[in-house]
Nanobody, 124 residues
Framework: QVRLVESGGGLVQAGGSLRLSCAASGRTFYTYVMGWFRQAPGKEREFVAAISWSGGTTYYADSVKGRFTISRDNAKGTVYLQMNSLKPEDTAVYHC?????????????????WGQGTQVTVSS
C-alpha cells in the first residue's frame, strides 16, 4: 500500500515556475514507477511525466517536454515536478501516481495509487 500526498501548487503568472512535491508513505516506494497527471476543468485527465524506480529513465508528454522536469529522491520517499515557463494552458489539478514497472508509463489505468491532487493556476 502506498499513500501519496502532493504539495507545492499555487497561483503563478505565465512564464513563472513552480515545483510540485509528492510525498509517499510505504517501505516499497523505491520499487514503483512514479507519474504525474493533470486534469483541467471540463477535460479528461492527461499524462504529464513519469520516472522509473531508479530515476534513470524519464518520459514526458510533448506538451511539457523541455519545460517540466520530473525527479525523485528514494531516500526521502518523494517525487518532484519542476515546472518552468508555465503557460495558462498548464492550469489544472496535478496528481501524482504510483505503479509497478509493468504496463505503459503514460496510461492512467496502469497506475495503482493516486494522490488527492494540488491546484496549479497560471494567469496570463
Amino acid at each position: 500500500q502506498v499513500r501519496l500526498v502532493e504539495s507545492g501548487g499555487g497561483l503563478v503568472q505565465a512564464g513563472g515556475s513552480l515545483r510540485l512535491s509528492c510525498a509517499a508513505s510505504g517501505r516499497t516506494f523505491y520499487t514503483y514507477v512514479m507519474g504525474w497527471f493533470r486534469q483541467a476543468p471540463g477535460k479528461e485527465r492527461e499524462f504529464v511525466a513519469a520516472i522509473s524506480w531508479s530515476g534513470g529513465t524519464t518520459y514526458y508528454a510533448d506538451s511539457v517536454k523541455g519545460r517540466f522536469t520530473i525527479s525523485r529522491d528514494n531516500a526521502k520517499g518523494t517525487v518532484y515536478l519542476q515546472m518552468n515557463s508555465l503557460k495558462p494552458e498548464d492550469t489544472a489539478v496535478y496528481h501524482c501516481a504510483a505503479k509497478t514497472p509493468i504496463g505503459p508509463l503514460g496510461a492512467d489505468y496502469a497506475y495503482d495509487y493516486w494522490g488527492q491532487g494540488t491546484q496549479v493556476t497560471v494567469s496570463s
